[in-house]
């Protein structure tokens, strides 16, 4: 399943452009799939400031630890506890409830150079080559 009003990264994390600069930024369902059940979820704080690209988190599954890339650099400004209190969360709700982390975008046109949905679509189709 692919949101097509989310944006993407390289490394499957997406954002929402949701007004006013702030982008709710979460994992693609394929991600999800891929990582199997996650046990742990580690995110930063409220007031936290990202990169565009740079790591803002940790998601660790059964199978692997993987860094959260940041779709847009800017100021956190909310944290989805429910996510890190239960992550089963993320699989049942990838692109609504699941959402992992709100910037404020410091920068809002980066949103313009995340992938679209065709393009991720093509992009997961080539990965699977």
């Given at each position: 399943?692919?949101?097509?009003?989310?944006?993407?990264?390289?490394?499957?994390?997406?954002?929402?452009?949701?007004?006013?600069?702030?982008?709710?930024?979460?994992?693609?369902?394929y991600?999800?799939?891929?990582?199997g059940d996650?046990?742990?979820?580690?995110?930063?704080?409220?007031?936290?400031?990202?990169?565009?690209?740079?790591?803002?988190?940790?998601?660790?599954?059964?199978?692997?630890?993987s860094?959260?890339?940041?779709?847009?650099?800017?100021?956190?400004?909310?944290?989805?506890?429910?996510?890190?209190?239960?992550?089963?969360?993320?699989?049942?709700?990838?692109?609504?409830?699941?959402?992992?982390?709100?910037?404020?975008?410091?920068?809002?046109?980066?949103f313009?150079?995340l992938?679209?949905?065709?393009?991720?679509?093509?992009?997961?189709?080539?990965?699977?080559e």
């Amino acid at each position: 399943m692919i949101d097509p009003e989310a944006r993407y990264l390289r490394t499957h994390e997406w954002a929402k452009d949701e007004g006013r600069g702030i982008f709710a930024v979460g994992l693609s369902s394929y991600a999800l799939e891929q990582l199997g059940d996650i046990v742990y979820l580690e995110l930063p704080e409220e007031g936290d400031t990202v990169e565009q690209g740079g790591t803002f988190g940790v998601v660790e599954s059964v199978k692997a630890a993987s860094d959260l890339y940041a779709p847009l650099g800017g100021e956190i400004v909310e944290v989805n506890q429910a996510a890190v209190d239960n992550p089963d969360m993320l699989k049942e709700d990838p692109y609504e409830e699941g959402w992992l982390i709100k910037i404020k975008a410091s920068n809002p046109s980066e949103f313009e150079d995340l992938m679209d949905a065709k393009e991720y679509k093509q992009f997961l189709e080539t990965e699977a080559e």
